[in-house]
């Protein structure tokens, strides 16, 4: 593949708005998180597979979308170790002052390995056509999902049962191999999570990276693409957007004393 640097020289204001978007819904949902499991409100329905569904579409997003726009930065180790070092902050802080919820391997330390991951990965796949590349990410994420509860398989199928011998281990719990009695209130160990985030590199190198065999069919989507995304529709959630880190970091502390004060008041 050949790369066109011009490929984004528009802002993709769309891309800002959608990871705002859910910035809001994690700042909801975390929020009821909270009610739920540490002021103790019996809400069943946050239990349910709506919810389920609600966080996890979220959390999809999240990564999708952070490998979508690795090949826009400039500055990806940078950009890595700083989010790899915010979700290290996180834990640290957690487990002085909240033991009990925890944060060990969570999403930002997962997204700070990714990036960093795909530093030497990029050799590589940017030889592969990105829509073989996109496709077959997915089915591997959807193959190694499972890789927590101790097998590789496809909807609930044990295809593969992985010896427990991987799972005894911290190390090998970053990489999805959830060691027993290990317990974090966010957990996104690497795999199968590196393989949504290859999707989203994948899926940018299809939209905006020019295969030389069909560089003027793939210059034409390019430019299409580019018309769609750059379109503002909501600009308050555009700057929610581009300041994900910031935000996230500040918001379960924020939600945390807001409902502390408010079950004191009541």
């Excluded at 019996?42 to 996890?56: C, E, K, L, P, V």
């Excluded at 990489?175 to 999707?199: H, K, R």
């Amino acid at each position: 593949m050949k790369e066109n640097k011009n490929a984004t020289k528009k802002r993709l204001y769309l891309i800002d708005e959608y990871r705002g978007f859910w910035i809001v819904n994690m700042i909801v949902y975390h929020g009821i998180w909270d009610l739920v499991y540490i002021f103790g409100q019996n809400w069943q329905w946050f239990r349910s597979d709506f919810a389920h569904i609600w966080q996890q579409w979220g959390c999809w997003s999240f990564i999708f979308i952070s490998g979508f726009c690795w090949q826009m930065s400039k500055h990806n180790l940078k950009r890595g170790l700083e989010v790899f070092g915010a979700g290290l902050l996180i834990t640290v802080v957690t487990l002085i002052f909240m033991p009990d919820s925890r944060v060990i391997f969570g999403v930002l330390t997962l997204l700070g390995s990714c990036m960093l991951l795909m530093i030497p990965c990029h050799v590589l796949f940017q030889k592969i056509n990105p829509l073989l590349g996109a496709i077959v990410s997915f089915v591997i994420f959807l193959f190694v999902y499972p890789v927590n509860d101790g097998y590789f398989g496809f909807a609930g199928m044990k295809m593969v049962e992985l010896p427990e011998v991987l799972y005894n281990s911290l190390f090998g719990t970053y990489l999805g191999f959830t060691q027993l009695g290990f317990w974090s209130t966010d957990y996104f160990s690497l795999f199968p999570w590196f393989f949504m985030y290859a999707i989203g590199y994948f899926t940018y190198s299809f939209l905006f990276v020019s295969p030389k065999e069909t560089s003027q069919k793939a210059g034409k989507r390019r430019e299409k693409t580019t018309a769609i995304l750059s379109k503002s529709i909501c600009p308050p959630l555009g700057w929610i957007g581009r300041n994900s880190l910031i935000i996230y970091m500040l918001h379960q502390p924020v939600i945390y004393g807001i409902l502390f004060l408010w079950n004191e008041i009541k």
